[in-house]
């Protein structure tokens, strides 16, 4: 009998001293609070300690969204049902290729996606780290049609490798968030590595920390591969 293999594959940019994540909002700011030589008059010689402080938005890095970001009444991060986020099985959608912008019901038909987190691959986090990245004119997005699509398939959480799910070209309307947050459905924003993972067999873990009145925060999501 032939033994298992387990992949783990990375699907979040790491946190950087200033990095833009969303054009106009700021990056982190990382500092010491406590540096090893500082702690050395705290304990005994030869016993050091660092201590780090992170200055940031909540929406840095690869995060994630809960319903509270969109609505007033919606569940936070302390509320977050862990299956959500959790071992929860991947389909991904492969829209590399796709010569619109905008993602809707036909390019994610042909997939099965009840009961899964649902992964919208653009391969736009190529462009990551570069103005290229930012521009959101050119950005790939999930329409309102599509948004509304994946909520009625039974979409367990909806994820993208773009700068939004939304078309943030404009000041206008976010149907994407509007839709999928109001049906309880969270949403992970900037992933990356998606090129890596099979279209289905993989297992998605994204489960941020349980901050009471947040809706949003940077998670460290990974997939899980058995063959």
Do not use: C
């Not at 106009?24 to 090893?36: E, H, Q």
């Not at 919606?74 to 290729?97: C, F, H, M, R």
């Not at 736009?124 to 780290?129: A, D, E, I, Q």
């Amino acid at each position: 009998m032939a033994e298992s293999t387990r992949k783990l594959v990375e699907l979040n940019h790491p946190i950087t001293e200033g990095m833009t994540t969303y054009p106009g909002m700021p990056g982190p700011a990382i500092t010491p609070y406590l540096t090893w030589e500082e702690s050395k008059s705290h304990y005994e010689e030869g016993t050091e300690f660092s201590i780090g402080r992170i200055e940031m938005i909540a929406n840095t890095g690869t995060y994630l969204d809960t319903p509270s970001h969109r609505y007033r009444d919606g569940y936070d991060l302390a509320g977050l049902d862990l299956a959500k986020v959790a071992d929860v099985p991947a389909t991904v959608i492969n829209l590399s290729g796709a010569e619109t912008r905008a993602i809707g019901p036909e390019a994610l038909a042909a997939h099965v996606v009840g009961g899964t987190a649902v992964l919208l691959r653009t391969d736009w986090s190529r462009h990551w780290g570069t103005d290229a990245y930012l521009d959101t004119a050119s950005a790939p997005f999930l329409s309102a049609e599509g948004a509304q699509y994946l909520v009625e398939a039974g979409a367990v959480l909806v994820g993208i490798d773009s700068v939004n799910i939304d078309d943030a070209s404009g000041a206008g309307p976010r149907p994407a968030h509007t839709t999928l947050l109001g049906a309880g459905i969270p949403i992970l924003e900037h992933l990356t590595g998606l090129e890596r993972l099979p279209v289905t067999g993989a297992r998605l873990h994204a489960a941020p920390p349980r901050i009471v009145g947040f809706g949003t925060f940077p998670t460290r999501a990974y997939a899980v591969i058995e063959s």
